[in-house]
Every structure is written in C-alpha cells, then in structure tokens.
C-alpha cells in the first residue's frame, strides 16, 4: 500500500467519524464545530483525488460561509439545551422513515435495476483522448456547465433565487406590534413643526 492510500484511509476515516459526531453531540455549538472538521476531511480526500475546484468551494462555500451561519445562529437564538434534550427523542420515528427511505432510494440506485442508463455519461465526454488530457478539471467543469448544461444551471439558479426570497418572507413578521417604516406616510405627511429663525 502506498503512502497516498494511508492519507485517503486517514481523511475518509476522520471524515466518517466527524460525520457521526454531528449528529450525536448534544451541544449544538458542539455539532457545528464537528462539523466543520467533516467538510475539512472531505475536502482534504477532494483535493487527494485531484478535484481542486471542489475542494476549494467545500472550503468557501461550506465552511467559510454556511456554517459559520450555523455558529450565529446558534447563538442569537440562544438555545435552551434543557428544552433541546427533551424534544431530542420526539424526532427519531420521522427520522427513521427518512433512513429507510434514503437507503431504499441508494439501494435502486447501484442494482440498477429501474434505470439501466442512469450512469451513462459518455456523450458529455470529448472522445479524443488528447482533448481530455489537455484541459484542466476546472476548465472541463466550466466547459460542460457552461455549454451543454447551460439550462440545468440556469433553472439551479432561479431556484435558489426563489428559495433565498421565500426564506426572507417567512422570517418577516405579521404581528401588529412590529414597528415598520411606510415610505408613503412619511412623505406624504404635513408637518406641523414650525421653525423659527
């Protein structure tokens, strides 16, 4: 075994166990931390296997923006942990037919047994051997998202755009006791202050 085959063994390990962490640690803040380690052990296996451009938007994407989120959101919600415990075991039947049902849905995947050319990719691949081995894997990906799957990438967009302006919707509150500032009443109001000079 070769060096190289250590380290793999060594980040998928550590990133199978951070992975268990988050979600057996009670502590939340405990859970975003662990979680952290496990983006930095699979962007480490990332880079191993020589895609660098995923390697680096686990780092920026994940780590250096969702949950770094997470931690001010724990925070500035304040958690009660005591509550938190208690509801903890209220969850696990929902969540056990979410288990079943995501291993049944990766169990059809590898048989192959529904979709039999679910894994055939080939068409976005250039057939000359030369054209492959010239472009980088950042210059591939760019190439395949920008021409042949232009509409994916657009419709992934308008997506995220859509989910981005429902989340701000739901967090805005409708109770009357919520001061709000009404552009149109400010501007159309006389004043009766007068100033003197």
Request: glycine share 4%; net charge negative.
């Amino acid at each position: 075994m070769l060096i190289i085959e250590y380290i793999i063994c060594f980040f998928a390990l550590g990133a199978l166990f951070t992975a268990i962490q988050v979600i057996t640690k009670k502590n939340p803040v405990h859970s975003v931390f662990f979680l952290v380690c496990t983006f930095a052990n699979t962007s480490a296996l990332l880079l191993l296997l020589g895609v660098e451009f995923l390697a680096i938007i686990f780092w920026i994407v994940y780590v250096g923006a969702i949950a770094i989120l997470f931690i001010f959101v724990i925070k500035l919600i304040n958690i009660k942990l005591v509550e938190f415990l208690d509801n903890s075991t209220r969850y696990f039947p929902i969540g056990l037919i979410i288990g079943v049902a995501l291993f049944l849905e990766i169990s059809v995947y590898l048989t192959d047994d529904l979709s039999p050319n679910m894994h055939n990719i080939t068409e976005f691949i250039p057939t000359n051997l030369t054209q492959i081995l010239s472009f980088t894997n950042i210059e591939q990906l760019g190439k395949l998202l920008y021409t042949d799957l232009a509409l994916a990438l657009i419709i992934a967009g308008l997506i995220l755009l859509l989910a981005l302006i429902a989340a701000i919707l739901l967090t805005l509150g409708h109770e009357e006791e919520i001061k709000r500032q009404d552009i149109f009443n400010q501007v159309a109001r006389s004043s009766s202050i007068s100033y003197t000079v």
